[in-house]
């Protein structure tokens, strides 16, 4: 995918926290280019550093060390009330969604135009354009405490998006609600990205989320960035520990109670329905068993892994290993 | 039961302690308020932390509301003659009345608005607010339910500490009370003041409780 212009350049960040008599690294040498247009995911363990760099990029933190660019300015550079300013281009969202609960769904995406100072009249008929975006026309008069989590993140979104700001940073967005409820606001994401145009920031420690809708990913583990690339390069072969963490998330456990020979076969984007297995058990003849399928269909072709149990004798398994070799699946032994 | 010169003496009493406890409540939150905010914003964790001037207003603060009433009611007497030309008198009771409890309500105010959720406050920032934004667009209307509990037992204290007003001569019911059922004995003009009192307080509370919960939009 060709991007256009940097929109947000990390370079050399760094954030220490300090505090009566210890200090907590929570950001080391950061360096990081989103361009305009792309999701961009960032992906790490609980304490890694992730809502730090993410309110690094708006100076809600500002970094001890290095710089954030974010549209040709050097923020470390601008004066305090052009940083509120240039906040007002930077959307938010959060995990606990942070509504104001003393006022209605419209009142809430009126916020930010009120704090931009935006006419009353103005602000309202903003407001209406983005309750049609996020799809809760109906609900313009409702009180947060009256909405599902879904629907509270969907007017977080309205809000965030009110002042068209250029970025929009995700903090957790979808960690507190469940699978579907993520997929449509996930959906919801992805169609603002598309039709607005606006440059995604994803923080998130779910490798599902990034698979869903990410073009790019970074991998922060303990402060620093272990591993950067596109989503498809990063999940067939993640490079770094954390990222083989992550990636093969839920197969560690399996190897638990399986002690025999075992082999993962890697999808890297074959088209969904060629019968991989099957055709390997028909020219093989010799039957494997299925310990662990995590397998996605994006953009029509298969993604993911598969665990095999290999049958018990060596000929059999060098068969399967010549078939897997001459058809260029990518796979390795388990052990 | 009374004669109509005691039911005029009741009455009396009771408007001039409404018009200490209403006069005093005002004058006490455009003092305590704005004290409670800066509390608040000027905190290790608030939206502009200044920690000098947040230390200096708290030990000010502690040290009013550690001082007993009775007691600043009479050390603020020269003060009280000073701003009113008398001791003696319903508005000379609304000077202690305001002093000691303005910092009560700082402190009222300080934990109302430190309930307001830190993620709403972290929302506001992101957004480009200022902190006088953040002060008047998010903790005050986010807190004004538990702003509201806070007023109802604030206008009680002061209620409450006017009563002892009556010791000074101050007028009121707590006056009342004071001469009627303690130094002559007469235990049903007491009773009769306490009881009003006491009706007093309730309607108090139970109007705060019905703004609260017209006002607040969680329930
Ligand atoms: N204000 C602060 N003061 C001191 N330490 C902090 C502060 N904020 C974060 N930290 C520390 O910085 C580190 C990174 O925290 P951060 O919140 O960025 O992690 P995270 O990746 O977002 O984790 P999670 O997935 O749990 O949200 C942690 O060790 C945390 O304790
Ligand atoms: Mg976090």
């Known amino acids: ?335 | 039961m009374f004669s109509r010169a005691v039911l005029e003496m009741i009455g009396k009493g009771i408007l001039e302690t409404l018009y200490m406890t209403v006069l005093s409540s005002v004058l006490a939150y455009i003092l305590g308020l704005p004290l409670g905010i800066v509390l608040v914003v000027t905190d290790k964790e608030g939206i502009a932390p200044m920690l000098t001037i947040n230390r200096i207003i708290g030990v000010i603060v502690n040290i009013f509301r550690s001082i007993p009433f009775v007691i600043l009611l009479v050390a603020l007497m020269p003060f009280t003659r000073l701003v009113v030309g008398t001791t003696l008198g319903p508005n000379a009771l609304v000077v202690p009345l305001v002093i000691g409890s303005a910092p009560y309500i700082a402190r009222l105010v300080e934990s109302s608005l430190k309930e307001v959720d830190h993620g709403i406050i972290e929302a506001a920032k992101s957004m480009g607010a200022s902190p006088v934004q953040i002060v008047f667009k998010v903790l005050l209307p986010e807190a004004k339910p538990s702003l509201i509990m806070g007023g109802a037992i604030a206008v009680i204290t002061i209620l409450s500490y006017s009563a002892m007003g009556g010791f000074v001569g101050a007028g009121g019911l707590g006056t009342l009370a004071i001469n009627y059922g303690y130094y002559r004995y007469q235990a049903d003009i007491m009773l009769v003041t306490v009881a009003i009192l006491v009706l007093i307080v309730q309607g108090v509370q139970e109007l705060g409780g019905r703004l609260v919960r017209r006002s607040d939009k969680r329930l």
Do not use: W
């Open chain 1, 1 to 335: 995918m060709a991007y256009r212009e940097p929109m947000i350049e990390l370079i050399g960040l760094g954030k220490t926290f300090e505090s009566k008599n210890n200090y907590v690294k929570a950001l080391e040498d950061i360096n990081l280019t989103i361009y305009e247009g792309e999701i961009f995911g960032i992906i790490g363990l609980s304490g890694a550093g992730k809502s730090t760099l993410v309110r690094c990029i708006n100076y809600l933190e500002r970094p001890t060390t290095g710089k954030v660019i974010f549209d040709k300015i050097d923020l470390s550079e601008v004066h305090d009330y052009e940083l509120l300013k240039i906040r007002q281009s930077m959307g938010m969202i959060f995990q606990q969604f942070n509504l104001l609960m003393q006022r209605n769904v419209l009142q809430n995406i009126c916020f930010p135009l009120e704090i931009a100072g935006v006419s009353k009249k103005d602000a309202i008929k903003r407001a209406y354009e983005l309750l049609e975006v996020v799809g809760l026309t109906d609900k313009a008069k409702a009180y947060p405490a009256q909405l599902s989590g879904g629907q509270k993140q969907r007017v977080a979104i309205a809000r965030a998006l009110a002042t068209k700001p250029k970025v929009l940073l995700c903090d957790e967005a979808t960690s507190a609600l469940d699978p579907t409820t993520t997929r449509s606001i996930l959906n919801l994401l992805r169609e603002i990205n598309k039709n607005l145009g606006i440059t995604i920031i994803v923080i998130t420690h779910e490798m599902s989320v990034i698979e869903e809708i990410c073009n790019r990913v970074a991998i922060i583990d303990d402060s620093r960035i272990a591993e950067i690339g596109d989503v498809e390069e990063v999940f067939m072969r993640p490079k770094s520990k954390i990222a083989r963490q992550l990636v093969f998330s839920g197969v560690n456990h399996i190897e638990h109670f399986v002690g025999e020979d075992k082999c993962r076969i890697i999808f890297d984007g074959r088209t969904s329905f060629e019968p991989v297995i099957a055709n390997m058990v028909l020219e093989c003849r010799t039957p494997v068993n299925i310990l662990f399928a995590d397998t996605k269909d994006i953009d029509g072709k298969a993604f993911g892994q598969m665990i095999i149990q290999l049958p018990e004798d060596e000929i059999s398994k060098k068969r399967i290993f010549a078939y897997l070799e001459t058809n260029k699946i990518p796979y390795e032994e388990v052990i």
